[in-house]
């Protein structure tokens, strides 16, 4: 049986040809209800475009690319995830390139996109990526700031804050140590500036020993060396807060390693919420941020550039997050969020 054609596809959809071929374009032309429904069209009929011949006529490509810095990391995956279903809708595909959080790895896949000529880019960066890109560019989770048509991150400081808020007001805590990456890039910068501002705040001293810092990958091997250390002091924290749920993972195995148990003898808070935060044990207390509303976010942008022609300016979008209360804080009732 031959492949559907073009024309099979308008008649599926009830449109005209070439209506067809602008809503599989992406063209700003056709409204979104036409667009959905043609390609629903083409889903159904499985309608493949001629991708290759279509960016030659018009010198799109229809694609764009998104680096990131660990595409195992559930944060990334999940992001990924969300930005590709916004840009597959939009008749986009995604070439992802992955840098293992290496800035020489990050410039290589940045050139090989731009080889593949992509119409946008999505970049995660670790430090490779200093200034905007020669194609629409929205960079997420760690920001160039001024630079590209979007900046999309979590509210890192706003976070800290909450944490460090929980263990001071639910808890009575005053000694509060701090594991995290590197303070490189923004999210490690941030949150850590947010940890001193939410402790000044409340009066309570930043300890030098108590902030420790692990490797640029922000893993599980780097928080349970990190809390070793803390666990080693002469008096330790009544709490600890860590940067990331990979961080708290390594964090809780340490203490369990010493004879410890988490909360009773030291209560844990995380930065990131993972999917199963709720399997742990104990259950993590966490702040949860919507990686699908930063994905979108993200891929909105860059497609508002890519319609609009415009890279007059570099709009910066933060994404909140919220607690989600389970038992390894030390709280009772698992489950609350705020």
Same mark, same amino acid.
Not at 285 to 291: P, Q, V
């Given at each position: 049986?031959?492949?559907?054609?073009?024309?099979?596809?308008?008649?599926?959809?009830?449109?005209?040809?070439?209506?067809?071929?602008?809503?599989?374009?992406?063209?700003?032309?056709?409204?979104?209800?036409?667009?959905?429904?043609?390609?629903?069209?083409? &889903?159904?009929? /499985?309608?493949?475009?001629?991708?290759? =011949? %279509?960016? $030659?006529?018009?010198?799109?490509?229809?694609? +764009?690319?998104?680096?990131?810095?660990?595409?195992?990391?559930?944060?990334?995956?999940?992001?990924?995830?969300?930005?590709?279903?916004?840009?597959?809708?939009?008749?986009?595909?995604?070439?992802?390139?992955?840098?293992?959080?290496?800035?020489?790895?990050?410039?290589?896949?940045?050139?090989?996109?731009?080889?593949?000529?992509?119409?946008?880019?999505?970049?995660?960066?670790?430090?490779?990526?200093?200034?905007?890109?020669?194609?629409?560019?929205?960079?997420?989770?760690?920001?160039?700031?001024?630079?590209?048509?979007?900046?999309?991150?979590?509210?890192?400081?706003?976070?800290?804050?909450?944490?460090?808020?929980?263990?001071?007001?639910?808890?009575?805590?005053?000694?509060?140590?701090?594991?995290?990456?590197?303070?490189?890039?923004?999210?490690?910068?941030? &949150?850590?500036? /947010?940890?001193?501002?939410?402790?000044? =705040? %409340?009066? $309570?001293?930043?300890?030098?020993?108590?902030? +420790?810092?692990?490797?640029?990958?922000?893993?599980?091997?780097?928080?349970?060396?990190?809390?070793?250390?803390?666990?080693?002091?002469?008096?330790?924290?009544?709490?600890?807060?860590?940067?990331?749920?990979?961080?708290?993972?390594?964090?809780?195995?340490?203490?369990?390693?010493?004879?410890?148990?988490?909360?009773?003898?030291?209560?844990?808070?995380?930065?990131?919420?993972?999917?199963?935060?709720?399997?742990?044990?104990?259950?993590?207390?966490?702040?949860?941020?919507?990686?699908?509303?930063?994905?979108?976010?993200?891929?909105?942008?860059?497609?508002?550039?890519?319609?609009?022609?415009?890279?007059?300016?570099?709009?910066?979008?933060?994404?909140?997050?919220?607690?989600?209360?389970?038992?390894?804080?030390?709280?009772?009732?698992?489950?609350?969020?705020?």
């Amino acid at each position: 049986m031959a492949d559907p054609t073009l024309s099979d596809l308008a008649a599926e959809a009830g449109v005209s040809r070439s209506t067809a071929g602008r809503a599989m374009s992406g063209h700003k032309s056709v409204r979104d209800d036409t667009r959905r429904r043609v390609q629903a069209a083409a &889903r159904r009929i /499985g309608y493949e475009p001629n991708r290759i =011949a %279509r960016s $030659l006529r018009s010198r799109n490509s229809m694609f +764009v690319g998104i680096i990131v810095p660990d595409i195992a990391h559930g944060f990334y995956g999940r992001t990924v995830k969300a930005a590709q279903d916004v840009l597959e809708a939009a008749g986009y595909q995604i070439l992802v390139m992955n840098t293992d959080r290496e800035p020489h790895r990050e410039q290589a896949a940045l050139k090989t996109l731009l080889a593949h000529r992509v119409d946008g880019i999505l970049l995660a960066s670790s430090g490779g990526v200093t200034e905007s890109p020669p194609v629409p560019t929205v960079f997420f989770d760690n920001l160039v700031a001024g630079a590209g048509e979007g900046n999309v991150a979590r509210a890192n400081k706003q976070g800290m804050d909450i944490l460090v808020g929980h263990l001071v007001d639910a808890h009575g805590c005053e000694r509060i140590a701090y594991l995290s990456g590197p303070p490189i890039l923004t999210s490690g910068i941030e &949150r850590l500036d /947010g940890f001193r501002d939410a402790m000044g =705040a %409340r009066r $309570l001293p930043v300890v030098p020993e108590h902030v +420790v810092f692990g490797d640029e990958a922000w893993s599980p091997e780097s928080g349970t060396v990190a809390m070793r250390d803390l666990l080693a002091l002469p008096e330790r924290p009544e709490a600890v807060i860590t940067a990331s749920d990979t961080i708290a993972l390594g964090a809780i195995q340490a203490v369990r390693d010493r004879g410890l148990a988490v909360p009773d003898d030291i209560a844990l808070v995380s930065f990131d919420d993972p999917f199963f935060g709720a399997f742990m044990e104990p259950q993590l207390t966490a702040l949860r941020g919507d990686e699908r509303a930063l994905g979108e976010h993200a891929a909105s942008l860059v497609l508002q550039a890519l319609r609009t022609g415009s890279r007059e300016r570099s709009v910066e979008v933060r994404i909140p997050v919220a607690l989600t209360v389970r038992r390894s804080c030390g709280c009772a009732s698992p489950g609350a969020s705020h």
